[in-house]
């Protein structure tokens, strides 16, 4: 049986199977993909972005259809897989508007006096292992600035979005991408790990998931001098300082935690708040996420829907009810009840250092809350965390706001609910939250050669 299939989440009945790749069938991606890769990076920047610009156009115009695929693979409502793919479709276009203006020579000033700059182009083959949680979006972030710069992808997408994975690798097709610039594999972690990275002609890899996925394909990667761009879990912190209007603060919170039914890396999943905030923060949130139904496979709009699957429904009621074990109290919620794959939205209060819960990642719509003594305490609890992904900070005073942002230990920073996650600003962590960034002109330059001309 082909581990690579669409279980709906909403029903539980597997949809759809898909043949895993052997050996050869990977082997036989590389070599298309190495074939492909001269002839494509030395096609004009404007060719190139005029193939990826119709790739856009296609996520834009079929972005009902590509939400109906994903939400049968994991579960996100309509109105949000719609959003995903009109997202996707605004990176794409991103990277083939600027792709001339990135890609151009940088000339530098050096003391000699002689004609220096660094000459931007690709480097062959890069790897993307690719997650559930955003089918099209993670796809669009790594494989379209790398198509634009000239590199060629293989790319292993999640055993459970079979389906978008083969529809992104059509789409392509019919842009006019050459054949072999972009090989769709559904290869075990195994074949992963044993043919694709050591090959040669793979330069580099690129991995969006968890930290036992990243840890692993790191030491791989390694061991055969290859560059590697993480992008894993995430714990993030939302701390609420000072505020003029606590309702919009709540808004945002729940926005931040629940979104993607509480899937993200990203997510704020700790609310940290001071001590004259608390009860008012917590009162207002623990209300809200009592409002927040858990939507049907009808509920278009829904902002929470179920997990992705039974697997991850689970682990979370496992981890919820460890803490409980240790202490913890849930606030608002039920998220132990027995039932599928829907978890309903909950907040865990009382989470101290010693339980598992206050360091392990709760992917999915449950929350921890921390009364913090005052800014320096809620620094402190907004750092002590393995993680360090993104972070909020809502604050009344700007100069203290930005004083606490170049405090934390994290990727990124939004203050006073700031959008810090669009297609143009660099997106990353540090800590086990990984390293290297993408989007923005940055995403462009992980895998790309700067290579010295002097004349």
Request: with cysteine; aromatic share 8%.
């Amino acid at each position: 049986m082909s581990e690579y299939k669409v279980t709906d989440p909403y029903t539980g009945e597997v949809v759809k199977e898909y043949p895993t790749a052997t050996d050869d069938e990977i082997r036989a991606a590389i070599d298309r993909a190495h074939a492909a890769f001269q002839p494509w990076s030395q096609t004009p920047i404007a060719e190139r972005a005029a193939i990826i610009v119709k790739a856009a156009d296609a996520f834009a115009e079929r972005s009902r259809e590509l939400a109906e695929i994903i939400r049968t693979e994991m579960g996100k409502p309509i109105d949000q897989g719609v959003f995903e793919a009109e997202f996707s479709s605004e990176i794409i276009r991103y990277y083939a508007d600027n792709a001339e203006a990135f890609l151009a020579d940088e000339v530098l000033q050096v003391r000699s006096g002689v004609d220096a700059r660094v000459r931007k182009s690709a480097q062959g083959v890069i790897l993307g292992i690719m997650p559930w949680n955003y089918p099209y979006y993670q796809v669009a972030r790594f494989a379209f600035p790398n198509l634009v710069l000239g590199n060629t992808v293989v790319l292993k997408h999640a055993p459970q979005c079979p389906s978008s994975a083969t529809v992104i690798a059509e789409i392509l097709e019919q842009a006019g991408l050459p054949a072999g610039a972009y090989e769709n594999v559904f290869a075990t972690n195994d074949q992963i790990g044993e043919i694709v990275i050591p090959d040669p002609r793979v330069r580099g890899v690129s991995l969006t998931g968890s930290e036992r996925a990243g840890a692993a394909v790191a030491e791989i990667a390694g061991r055969n001098l290859k560059k590697v761009v993480l992008e894993l879990g995430g714990s993030d912190p939302f701390i609420v300082l000072s505020t003029d209007d606590m309702d919009a603060v709540v808004e945002n919170a729940v926005e931040a935690r629940m979104e993607n039914s509480g899937q993200a890396c990203n997510a704020s999943k700790r609310f940290i708040v001071v001590d004259e905030h608390y009860d008012a923060f917590t009162e207002k949130l623990a209300a809200a996420l009592t409002a927040l139904p858990v939507g049907g496979a009808d509920d278009e709009d829904a902002l929470v829907g179920p997990l992705s699957s039974q697997a991850a429904a689970d682990r979370l009621r496992s981890q919820v009810a460890s803490a409980i074990d240790e202490g913890a109290q849930v606030l608002v919620g039920e998220p132990t009840a027995p039932g599928d794959t829907r978890v309903a939205p909950a907040l865990l209060g009382g989470v101290t250092s010693e339980m598992d819960a206050y360091r392990e990642e709760l992917f999915g719509p449950v929350g921890t809350v921390y009364r913090a003594k005052d800014v320096d305490d809620a620094v402190r609890i907004a750092n002590d965390t393995p993680f360090g992904l993104g972070s909020r900070v809502w604050c009344s005073d700007p100069e203290l706001a930005l004083a606490v942002a170049d405090r934390i230990d994290a990727g990124m920073v939004s203050i006073n609910g700031a959008g810090a996650e669009d297609y143009d600003m660099p997106f990353g962590g540090t800590k086990r939250s990984g390293y290297g960034r993408e989007l923005g002109p940055h995403g462009m330059e992980e895998f790309m050669n700067k290579k010295l001309i002097v004349g």
